[in-house]
Nanobody, 117 residues
Framework: QVQLVESGGGLVQAGGSLRLSCAAS????????MGWYRQAPGKQRELVAL???????RYADSVKGRFTASRDNAKNTVSLQMNSLKPEDTAVYYC???????????WGQGTQVTVSS
């Protein structure tokens, strides 16, 4: 099974920046769709950024222009650079790995991002 480990979360002031990373195990990373999701207390998990193997990265409207996602297939990692953070960005951020060949999807344990006003 694939294992995902997120890191880089923490507490920052509004307007600050954080960079999240996700490391994946296994050999299927390069063919998988990767994604960053977040879930705030009392709310549903929402897509932040979707990273296909090839093509444009899609962002939620709420983060577009502030967040930049990337993937490194050689290192089996994805990153999320978060700039101009707002209190409403406070959530647990999750890395998702969707293997289109096997039809299986995997989630990391999540990393807490807290933005103070």
């Amino acid at each position: 099974q694939v294992q995902l480990v997120e890191s880089g979360g923490g507490l920052v002031q509004a307007g600050g920046s954080l960079r999240l990373s996700c490391a994946a195990s296994g050999s299927g990373f390069s063919r998988a769709y990767m994604g960053w999701y977040r879930q705030a207390p009392g709310k549903q998990r929402e897509l932040v950024a979707l990273l296909p193997r090839v093509g444009s990265i899609r962002y939620a409207d709420s983060v577009k222009g502030r967040f930049t996602a990337s993937r490194d297939n050689a290192k089996n990692t994805v990153s999320l650079q978060m700039n101009s953070l707002k209190p409403e960005d406070t959530a647990v951020y999750y890395c998702n790995y969707d293997d289109r060949l096997t039809g299986r999807s995997y989630w990391g344990q999540g990393t807490q991002v807290t933005v103070s006003s």
